[in-house]
T-cell receptor, first 114, second 112 residues
């Protein structure tokens, strides 16, 4: 079974530029999560989707971050414009249902904002 | 707000047991998890425990839960150099959203 795929693996941009990350969850997984992991900290939820609907985006900085999961499968996370403090690893995870199912994590995208 | 706390660093010798501790604050948490993260890799689920359990054992891993003190521990028996990684404790609350709340992670260093 293929795992959660993410691309790109690494991205370096200058502040005020835009960037987008892509995630392909495990086939059949209804729930998709985006987490932000700043160096030295644990992952923090940005947004959770159930199929193509948003379950929780309370910690998403909506003035600059946006995410979508239009067909209930792949998802993109965008930052526009980026700030220095957005430098982090962005992790995508998926789970089968909406209950306490195991969340499977992708390898992450490491973003450096200069 | 919710907060999960862990000690930041643990160093053990190969063959010894490792015990990684975690405290959480939300008494409504239903599931508690241990994840492992190796350098440059994503998070790998090691084990989880339901909040009405006291202990769970899975091969070399033993999870102990003290719900009264909101204390969770992960014991790794016969620790190997391949166990060197960052270990995250995480809780899931009993709410509509099922996102995990993570601690800052404990770096386990195993010397031979």
């Amino acid at each position: 079974e293929a795992g959660v795929a993410q691309s790109p693996r690494y991205k370096i941009i200058e502040k005020r530029q835009s960037v987008a990350f892509w995630c392909n969850p495990i086939s059949g997984h209804a729930t998709l999560y985006w987490y932000q992991q700043i160096l030295g900290q644990g992952p923090k939820l940005l947004i959770q989707f159930q199929n193509n609907g948003v379950v929780d985006d309370s910690q998403l900085p909506k003035d600059r971050f946006s995410a979508e999961r239009l067909k209930g499968v792949d998802s993109t996370l965008k930052i526009q414009p980026a700030k220095l403090e957005d430098s982090a690893v962005y992790l995508c995870a998926s789970s089968l249902g909406s209950g306490p199912d195991t969340q499977y994590f992708g390898p992450g995208t490491r973003l450096t904002v200069l | 707000g919710e907060d999960v706390e862990q000690s930041l660093f643990l160093s053990v010798r190969e063959g010894d047991s490792s015990v990684i501790n975690c405290t959480y604050t939300d008494s409504s948490s239903t599931y508690l998890y241990w994840y492992k993260q190796e350098p440059g890799a994503g998070l790998q689920l090691l084990t989880y425990i339901f909040s009405n359990m006291d202990m769970k054992q899975d091969q070399r891993l033993t999870v102990l839960l003290n719900k009264k003190d909101k204390h969770l521990s992960l014991r790794i028996a016969d620790t190997q150099t391949g166990d060197s990684a960052i270990y995250f404790c995480a809780e899931m609350e009993d709410q509509a959203g099922t996102a995990l709340i993570f601690g800052k992670g404990t770096t386990l260093s195993v010397s031979s």
